[in-house]
Structure formats: C-alpha cells, structure tokens
C-alpha cells in the first residue's frame, strides 16, 4: 500500500485559486483504504469546496488510478463533466495523480494528497514503511524483514553500536531490526543467514526515472475438450 496524507486544506485551496469549476478525481485502491481518497474523502472534498464557492462540476473514483487503463475508462463516462471543469483535484498518490495528468493533459492538474511511503498495512488505521523499492530484495537472507527499509540507517550487517535493550538507537521506541532479524532467523532454524556479508546497495537500481516493459506471457493454448461417459 502507498500511504498518503491529506494535504492542508488552505494548501489545496490556494493551489486552485482562479479556477472556479473542479472534477475531482480519487483512487478505489491505496487511497480508498487510508482513508486519504475514496468515494468519502471526495464528497467531504466536495462539500468542503463548494462552501468555499467552488462550482463541483463531478466526481469519480477510479479503481486503480496509477493504471492509466482503468483512468481513461472512467473518465469516458465522464466525458462532459471532465471537460466543464477548469482544474482536475487529484485525491490519489503522485503516480495516480500524474497519470490523470496525462490523460486529461489539457487541464490543470492538482494534488490534494501527500504520497508518503510505501507500506504493511496493519490496521484501518495503522500502517508502517516496509519497503523503498531499492530494486535489489535480500528479504531471503533476512528472514523476510528488510533492514532499508525498517533500519533508520540502512544497515546492510548487524545492528550499529548504538542499540540498547533491542531498542533502536535513532528512536527508542522502536525494535532493533537486526535484533528482530535475529530472533526470526533463530525460529526459522537459519541463524547461519546472520553471517552472510551484505555488499553496500548498488544504489544505480534505484536511480529514477525508471520504466519497464515487460514481456506478456503466451496464452496456454486450448485444453483438450473433456468427455464424459
């Protein structure tokens, strides 16, 4: 899950001043179950601006909006509320947002979230950073947690000198992950993990802008008709 914060509302109504019609567009997915950009957040949207005089010219709530698919489907139903508004207010991460962008490039996009981290979604309410999508996963030899992600220094070999009590040394509050590495790979009967050396990151993985395309898989070909007797 992506998590996102709502932005101000004084930021998003600055950032559409002299712009009087607004589509608002929000995300089925991340968005919806953060509680950041469903069907909910867009109405409050919604009647939060039009108090403030803005004219709602309609609203939708694509599924995924990162998938510029499903964004151009659902804006075909909208077609003509689309084209009344003069600004689009995307209730979706960056991705989302910049792909309503480039679908609708003719008007002003603007973001009404904060896109945050990427994320384990605990609870409704309660989510933490578990991944920085460094493009070179050794969750293998870490008994399935990652130190970039979850150390507050990326540590890539054991705890720093700092840890006391199991406790991180950067915020107290929080487990050690190496500890917790450790302790997992005891239960998991692979503590020998622990003394495998990890190269620095080849930080060349993560460097942006990034793009893939990726090969489909062949269709199976037909199965063979089943008879009955």
Same mark, same amino acid.
């Given at each position: 899950?992506?998590?996102?914060? &709502?932005?101000?509302?004084?930021? @998003?109504?600055?950032?559409?001043?002299?712009?009087?019609?607004?589509?608002?567009?929000?995300?089925?997915?991340?968005?919806?179950?953060?509680?950041?950009?469903?069907? %909910?957040?867009?109405?409050?949207? =919604?009647?939060?601006?039009?108090?403030?005089? #803005?004219?709602?010219?309609?609203?939708?709530? @694509?599924? $995924?909006?990162? +998938?510029? %698919?499903?964004?151009?489907?659902?804006? %075909?139903?909208?077609? =003509?509320?689309?084209? $009344?508004?003069?600004?689009?207010?995307?209730?979706?991460?960056?991705?989302?947002?910049?792909? @309503?962008?480039?679908?609708?490039?003719? #008007? *002003?996009?603007?973001?009404?979230?904060?896109?945050?981290?990427?994320? %384990?979604?605990?609870?409704?309410?309660?989510?933490?950073?578990?991944?920085?999508?460094?493009? +070179?996963?050794?969750?293998? &030899?870490?008994?399935?947690?990652?130190? @970039? =992600?979850?150390? *507050? #220094?990326?540590?890539?070999?054991?705890?720093?000198?700092?840890?006391? +009590?199991? !406790?991180?040394?950067?915020?107290?509050?929080?487990?050690?992950?190496?500890?917790?590495?450790?302790?997992?790979?005891?239960?998991?009967?692979?503590?020998?993990?622990?003394? =495998?050396?990890?190269?620095? !990151?080849? &930080?060349?993985?993560? !460097?942006?802008?990034?793009?893939?395309?990726?090969?489909?898989?062949?269709? +199976?070909?037909? *199965?063979?008709?089943?008879?009955?007797?």
């Amino acid at each position: 899950m992506i998590v996102t914060e &709502q932005k101000p509302f004084e930021e @998003v109504l600055q950032s559409l001043q002299g712009h009087t019609k607004v589509f608002i567009v929000g995300c089925g997915s991340c968005a919806t179950a953060w509680h950041t950009g469903g069907e %909910r957040e867009v109405k409050e949207m =919604a009647a939060r601006l039009t108090e403030q005089g #803005k004219t709602i010219t309609g609203w939708m709530v @694509v599924e $995924e909006t990162c +998938d510029e %698919r499903k964004t151009k489907r659902d804006s %075909r139903a909208h077609a =003509a509320e689309i084209t $009344e508004a003069d600004a689009i207010l995307s209730m979706a991460c960056g991705a989302g947002s910049q792909v @309503v962008a480039l679908t609708h490039d003719s #008007k *002003p996009l603007l973001p009404a979230l904060n896109a945050m981290f990427l994320a %384990r979604l605990q609870r409704l309410n309660l989510a933490d950073e578990r991944c920085v999508l460094c493009g +070179d996963c050794i969750l293998a &030899q870490t008994g399935g947690i990652c130190p @970039v =992600a979850t150390c *507050p #220094k990326e540590l890539m070999n054991g705890p720093c000198g700092g840890y006391r +009590d199991g !406790k991180c040394e950067v915020d107290p509050q929080r487990d050690c992950s190496w500890v917790l590495i450790y302790q997992r790979l005891q239960r998991l009967g692979q503590i020998e993990d622990i003394q =495998a050396i990890h190269t620095p !990151k080849d &930080q060349s993985k993560r !460097k942006h802008p990034r793009n893939v395309a990726k090969a489909l898989p062949t269709p +199976d070909a037909a *199965p063979s008709p089943v008879h009955h007797h």
